[in-house]
């Protein structure tokens, strides 16, 4: 991976940092983006990347943060489009569809959904010359039921669906859109009651190995599910509801 570029969404935290610091250990130059400027910061000064500061809800903003990527690093060959927010605050473990404000509604939809459009329409066009991949995080609440946060649920099914239609559409070109399907991570945006050992948590780690796999040497159109029980030592029970 050495002089190639990446550029990850969602970067300053939880899987997107552990992307970033695996992607630096193979040799990529990698741009950090997220709105988390103090862990973003940080990330990019101990990987040698470059922190960009990027709020994936606004299109202006997706463009000026890969025009800088282009600009210090280069066109990225792979990039991660990762940010992504849950409506139910990690303190509760149930939001009701009718207690979804307007603004929480807006905002989910904006952060998950409009941050995939925005990153794929600024990225796609130039990556297609030096050909690369894309990788987009869903989550297996895209392929399951998540009733604890329906709206969360619904944007993952929804990019599933992008992402497939893209990968179909872009079969005669050299870029390569694949989606990641985590199961429950240990990150900042699992709510507190699932952090439970019985949910089976994973370290981000491991799910940065399968995104860098699908950057690297994916198919084209993969929705690749992972959850905990694909992982030794982290077996989850038959009844526990899953991300
Ligand atoms: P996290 O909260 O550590 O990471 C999310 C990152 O996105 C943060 O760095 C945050 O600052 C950034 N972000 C939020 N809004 C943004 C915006 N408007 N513009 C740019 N960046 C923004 O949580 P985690 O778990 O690492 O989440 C990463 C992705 O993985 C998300 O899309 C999430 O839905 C997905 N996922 C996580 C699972 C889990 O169990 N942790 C399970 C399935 C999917």
Do not use: W
């Not at 240990?186 to 439970?196: C, L, N, Q, R, S």
Request: proline share 3%; hydrophobic share 50%.
């Amino acid at each position: 991976m050495k002089d190639k570029i990446a550029l990850v969404t969602g970067a300053a935290t939880g899987i997107g940092a552990e992307v970033c610091r695996a992607l630096a250990t193979e040799g990529a130059a990698v741009a950090v983006c997220d709105i988390n400027a103090d862990a973003g910061l940080a990330l990019a000064k101990e990987i040698g990347g470059e922190f960009i500061s990027c709020d994936v809800t606004s299109s202006e903003r997706v463009e000026a943060a890969v025009a800088r990527c282009v600009k210090s690093l280069g066109v990225p060959t792979y990039a991660h489009l990762n940010a992504g927010i849950m409506t139910v605050p990690t303190g509760s473990d149930f939001l009701a569809i009718e207690d979804v404000s307007l603004m929480q509604y807006r905002k989910i939809v904006g952060v998950n959904l409009d941050g995939m459009y925005h990153g794929l329409r600024a990225l796609l066009p130039l990556m297609r010359d030096g050909g690369g991949a894309i990788t987009l995080t869903a989550s297996t609440a895209g392929v399951s039921t998540l009733s604890i946060d329906p709206m969360y649920a619904a944007t993952k099914h929804a990019i599933i669906g992008l992402g497939r239609a893209v990968a179909a559409a872009n079969t005669e070109n050299d870029v390569r859109i694949n989606v990641i399907c985590p199961g429950v991570v240990d990150t900042g945006i699992v709510p507190d009651a699932f952090k439970a050992r019985e949910f089976g948590m994973m370290p981000a780690s491991v799910m940065a190995a399968e995104v860098v796999d699908l950057l690297t040497t994916g198919a084209n159109g993969e929705v690749r599910i992972k959850n905990a029980a694909d992982v030794a030592g982290f077996a989850i029970p038959a009844q526990s509801e899953t991300f």
